[in-house]
T-cell receptor, first 113, second 115 residues
Framework: QKEVEQDPGPLSVPEGAIVSLNCTYS??????FMWYRQYSRKGPELLMY????GNKEDGRFTAQVDKSSKYISLFIRDSQPSDSATYLC?????????????FGQGTTLQVKP | SAVISQKPSRDICQRGTSLTIQCQVD?????MFWYRQQPGQSLTLIAT?????????ESGFVIDKFPISRPNLTFSTLTVSNMSPEDSSIYLC????????????FGEGSRLTVL
């Protein structure tokens, strides 16, 4: 069993839809949870960062962490064609400055105009 | 966050040859890493590049195959040695922000195809 599981998709939605991206994990020691966005032929860039359980909102993006279920989500409201990218979840245990990041496989999202 | 430049951005190589990828950061970073991203796969950490000492390799990766140098806090190289088609992949250099979040930032990657 992989430490982090993420449905690779692809996921195709119409513009304006609410998108839900999810990851599950097996290591209960994970405390830091991140979402990276990767455009085609580019390196990943940090989108959202969350510590422990709870929600965090940034504009159209909301990250949720449910440690009891070992489940994290990223919601995108009013999705735009520019949101079309691969979204990778990542997590680490211990300090966010030194902990090794474990990445999910990435979910490819396409938002159609 | 800092900006990472990698080169080459892509290359096509022959089996049995070696290729060195260069990674330059526009500011000093404490930690630098090399990842591999194979098609449809997650990012896999190859090693942590330690400044002035030998890199720390993850399970499944060895120095003879992936020698790494880091002569200072802004530069690192990864060599893929004696390449085979299985080494065809995207190789990503990354650095870690020393701030509270420890954000990991990436270069655009080097796409290698081994024939």
């Amino acid at each position: 069993q992989k430490e982090v599981e993420q449905d690779p998709g692809p996921l195709s939605v119409p513009e304006g839809a609410i998108v839900s991206l999810n990851c599950t994990y097996s290591n209960s020691a994970f405390q830091y949870f991140m979402w990276y966005r990767q455009y085609s032929r580019k390196g990943p860039e940090l989108l959202m960062y969350t510590y422990s359980s709870g929600n965090k909102e940034d504009g159209r993006f909301t990250a949720q962490v449910d440690k009891s279920s070992k489940y994290i989500s990223l919601f995108i409201r009013d999705s735009q064609p520019s949101d079309s990218a691969t979204y990778l979840c990542a997590m680490s245990e211990g300090s966010s400055n030194t902990g090794k990041l474990i990445f999910g496989q990435g979910t490819t999202l396409q938002v159609k105009p | 966050s800092a900006v990472i430049s990698q080169k080459p951005s892509r290359d096509i190589c022959q089996r049995g040859t070696s290729l060195t990828i260069q990674c330059q950061v526009d500011s000093q970073v404490t930690m630098m890493f090399w990842y591999r991203q194979q098609p449809g796969q997650s990012l896999t950490l190859i090693a942590t590049a330690n400044q002035g000492s030998e890199a720390t390799y993850e399970s499944g990766f060895v120095i003879d195959k992936f020698p790494i140098s880091r002569p200072n806090l802004t530069f690192s190289t990864l060599t893929v040695s004696n390449m085979s088609p299985e080494d065809s992949s995207i190789y990503l250099c990354s650095g870690r922000d020393s701030g509270l979040t420890g954000e990991l930032f990436f270069g655009e990657g080097s796409r290698l195809t081994v024939l």
